[in-house]
Nanobody, 123 residues
Framework: VQLVESGGGSVQAGGSLRLSCAAFGYTYSSRMYMGWFRQAPGKAREGVASIDGDGSTSYADSVKGRFTISKDNAKRTLYLQMSSLKPEDTAMYYC?????????????????WGRGTQVTVSS
């Protein structure tokens, strides 16, 4: 499974961005758990949002009500719609894929990762 993120950029606080993650490879399946994670300089990676094979979602408390995860199975693409962005959302954002049924926001459950896309939010 190969994952390629896009859509990052620089935006002012209060703005919006939509991240995309395209999945490639014959081993990818729409049944996989997919997640968005982020890592800011000097900080540990944290789970942001995840979606399972049935479409059930989960979010970190810090982004609830502001971010929405979704996927288009036909396009093999995962999305993260980010609104009301804050400077503390600044980080490299990664998407991950997993066959684990309990993956959720646990980064250690994800063996497949993209290279990331940078999001910078200025105040």
């Amino acid at each position: 499974v190969q994952l390629v993120e896009s859509g990052g950029g620089s935006v002012q606080a209060g703005g919006s961005l939509r991240l995309s993650c395209a999945a490639f490879g014959y081993t990818y399946s729409s049944r996989m758990y997919m997640g968005w994670f982020r890592q800011a300089p000097g900080k540990a990676r944290e789970g942001v949002a995840s979606i399972d094979g049935d479409g059930s979602t989960s979010y970190a408390d810090s982004v609830k009500g502001r971010f929405t995860i979704s996927k288009d199975n036909a396009k093999r693409t995962l999305y993260l719609q980010m609104s009301s962005l804050k400077p503390e959302d600044t980080a490299m954002y990664y998407c991950g894929a997993s066959w684990s049924v309990v993956a959720g926001l646990r980064g250690t459950e994800y063996p497949y990762w993209g290279r990331g896309t940078q999001v910078t939010v200025s105040s």
